[in-house]
């Protein structure tokens, strides 16, 4: 039997698909629908408060995300990984995100450099004192900002993908408090290095070093809370 959702839909607000994606996502991301477990269209109709229609387009839709796998005998149910499927595809986000950094310092106008330090200016009230919500937004204010400098749509588009199949392992930064005084440092050396200082291999391998640790969170995290699952 699947749990109370996280949230009850509100039918005036986004299109009654997108709120559902959000509230499954929500619930994944918050261990509230756990890794292996079983999506049953029936029961999701009735947790959701939904038709068939609405939770089929919402699990296409989290499954192009990855946060859901559809298998044969099956159907679909909440990802499940193993640790070297977390560490290859944190592989490939050092990579990007080297990249990215990099490609920030040489090529941001001004207007992104500073806003970019703007935002350095704002992770002590929203990232320090601030709270899970506000924690992700300006994280996720940061690499829109980062990737903008760049000026390569191709490189924007692969971040956003990967960035979306690693949403969960994203949650965990969020939640632990041992890792916002580092997590506020890495992005501080990050930020100097592309905006203030356009050295682009500084940049490059803050970058590298921020999301070594971060894969570091994310496979102890996701092997502590799911042991049977990861191996």
């Known amino acids: 039997m699947l749990p109370m959702p996280s949230t009850i839909i509100a039918r005036t607000a986004a299109p009654l698909r997108q709120q559902v994606v959000r509230l499954i996502r929500e619930d994944i ?3 509230v629908l756990l890794p292996g477990q079983r999506l049953v269209e029936n029961a999701l109709c009735e947790v959701y408060g939904v038709s068939r229609t ?3 387009e919402a699990l296409r839709q989290l499954e192009s995300e ?9 159907g679909p149910l909440v990802t499940v990984l193993t640790v070297p499927e977390i560490e290859a595809i944190y592989v490939v986000r050092a990579a990007l995100e080297g990249l990215a950094g990099k490609l ?3 090529n941001a106008d001004a207007g992104q450099a500073r806003a970019l330090l703007d935002l350095r200016d704002r992770l002590d009230a929203e990232y320090r004192h601030g709270d899970i919500d506000s924690r992700e937004a300006i994280k996720a204010e940061f690499y829109q900002l980062l990737c903008a400098g760049t000026g390569n749509a191709v ?9 979306a199949r690693i949403a969960v392992f994203r949650r965990y930064a969020f939640v632990d408090p041992a890792r916002i005084e580092p997590s506020i440092a890495e992005l501080e050396a990050i930020i100097n290095a592309a905006a203030r200082d356009r ?29 049977d699952l990861a191996g």
């Not at 490189?155 to 960035?163: C, D, Q, V």
């Open 29 to 31: 991301l918050n261990g």
């Open 54 to 56: 609405v939770i089929r």
């Open 66 to 74: 990855h946060l859901i796998q559809v298998r044969p005998n099956l």
């Open 104 to 106: 920030f310092a040489q």
């Open 155 to 163: 490189l924007t588009e692969s971040l956003r993908a990967i960035h």
């Open 199 to 227: 050295d682009a291999a500084a940049a490059a391998a803050a970058c590298e070093h921020h999301i070594v640790l971060a894969a570091d969170l994310a496979v102890m995290e996701y092997t502590r809370r799911n042991p």
